[in-house]
């Protein structure tokens, strides 16, 4: 990520036609958007939002809330009102997607002025309340970043400070409520990796007592469907699950990058369509 590009950034300019709807990926958890310069040719403009507050470390005392407020005010800049977006992102940022989501449509006055949120793309984003999986039964290890050898120590000391710091932010997080507006939320589409992440005994970075039951915290609600998304009380929040290759932090890698590629431009499709009404 160049920390001096737009925030939001085009990663890629849509047809000159410009009819499909464009997509806003938020960052994941390490603060960053160079992940989606990886996906290949989606058809229609897409757009990245990274963490402008990543070089300097600096917490987001409000939790998501906070950040999808601002997030929201960078939206508005690059679509008008009365237009349509799909949002959307890797882990964290899908959970930032149903933020925004909220914001955007709970501060809308009128129709006219409001941006319409079509739908959500949560690139394999697991559900973080409770559920009837207790953690007594796994050895539950913080995420952390995996980096390529090529990644500079300075980045990579920034994107563990961030995977840090929003890890924090999750724990104190809840799921925003779209009960009181009668409404429901926007359909969401969930990409759920099918693989567990792999926990190397050999890694200077797992704790000296690992033991045969660990798994990392994203891997929590892996064995169901929905990634732990059933759990929650707003009945049909999730629409439709594609189930992608890999696991959470190799979806973007070489192998599996065209998979996940195709799998969002399906969700898109599929959301643009209005095949899922509100």
């Given amino acids: 990520m160049n920390p001096f590009e737009a925030n939001p950034a085009l990663i890629q300019r849509g047809s000159p036609e410009g009819a499909d709807t464009p997509l806003v990926l938020f960052h994941d958890g390490g603060g960053t958007i160079a992940s989606y310069y990886c996906l290949g040719n ?3 403009t897409v757009y990245g939002i990274h963490d402008p ?3 300097v470390n600096l917490p987001w005392k409000g939790g998501l809330s906070e950040m999808a ?3 929201a005010e960078l939206i508005r800049t690059i679509i008008s009102p009365g237009e349509n977006v799909i949002l959307g992102g890797w882990s964290l940022g899908g959970l930032l997607a149903l933020e925004v989501a909220h914001v955007l449509e709970s501060e809308s006055d009128s129709i006219q002025n409001s941006i319409g949120v079509v739908g959500i793309v949560m690139l394999d984003s697991p559900y973080t309340g409770p559920g009837p999986v207790t953690d007594s039964n796994f050895n539950i290890l913080s995420n952390r970043p995996f980096l390529k050898s090529t990644c500079p120590p300075e980045l990579a000391l920034l994107i563990t400070r961030s995977m840090r ?3 924090q932010m999750v724990e104190r997080w809840s799921v925003p409520s779209w009960t009181k507006k009668g409404v429901r939320p926007p359909p969401v589409i969930l990409l759920r990796c ?3 992440v792999p926990v190397s005994k050999k890694s200077s970075q797992e704790p ?5 039951n660990d798994i990392y915290s994203v ?4 064995a169901r469907n929905l990634l732990g998304w059933e759990y929650l009380d707003q009945p049909d929040f999730i ?4 189930n992608i290759p890999g696991h959470h932090f190799n979806v973007m890698a070489e192998e599996n990058v065209q998979t996940t590629t195709e799998n969002l431009i399906l969700a898109c499709k599929m959301l643009s369509l209005g095949m899922y009404g509100r």
């Avoid at 000296?208 to 045969?212: A, C, D, G, H, Q």
């Avoid at 629409?239 to 594609?242: D, I, K, P």
């Fill in 42 to 44: 989606f058809g229609r």
């Fill in 53 to 55: 507050r990543f070089l």
């Fill in 69 to 71: 407020r601002v997030y």
């Fill in 165 to 167: 710091r929003a890890g």
């Fill in 194 to 196: 099918m693989d567990m």
């Fill in 208 to 212: 000296l007592n690992s033991r045969e």
């Fill in 219 to 222: 891997d929590r609600y892996r």
């Fill in 239 to 242: 629409r439709a699950v594609l």
